[in-house]
């Protein structure tokens, strides 16, 4: 009897303990989510910098229709450019992110790509653009010196680079956005002000 009333004491303590280190564990999870800033796409160290007025180019997109890149947009809305591959996994699944932000947010897209010819007509059979433009130019890719995909380069209506950086998830596609709402070159920026601030 003595035995089973010291392990019935052994088992409540050792669950108590338990309950008390889950309970510090939860804390310390929380506080970490906390301090932990989201982090917005990732920018290089290459190519026109955010300020810069963008390369300019004038070429015919993957069905022949003419396409302005850079200078000032004759919509006078922000463009968007995304330098995507038809092979790039990612890419395929950011394309419908791509075209519900364009459509929410009211934006140009352009979507730049290379590769063989059977590629983008197997990508383009399998997603409809709508009003985004499609063009096959590895010379854009190289005045921005894209080295990674999927890529964004968010510009004005007066073709400057606001915001640019890899775009690997919609967090990155609309820290875009928002660096550019804000006035900060990316997210990191802002959250360094912020800390500066808060100092």
Known sequence: MTFLIASNILLWVAFLGMAVVTLGLMRQIGLLHERSSPMGAMITDHGPDIGDKA???DL?????RSVRIGGASAEGRTTLLMFTAPTCPVCDKLFPIIKSIA???KIGVVMI??????EHARFLKNHELGQIRY????EIG??????????????DAEGVIRAKGLTNT???LESLL???????????????SRKKTAA
């Open 55 to 57: 390369p300019e180019f």
């Open 60 to 64: 015919p997109d993957y069905f022949g």
């Open 103 to 105: 459509k929410a947010e």
């Open 113 to 118: 790509s290379d590769g063989a010819p059977e």
């Open 135 to 138: 063009v096959v130019s590895a």
């Open 142 to 155: 190289m005045a921005f010196q894209v080295g990674k995909i999927p890529y964004g380069v968010l510009m």
């Open 170 to 172: 919609r967090e990155h």
């Open 178 to 192: 928002e660096a550019d709402k804000t006035g900060f070159a990316s997210l990191q920026q802002f959250m360094a």
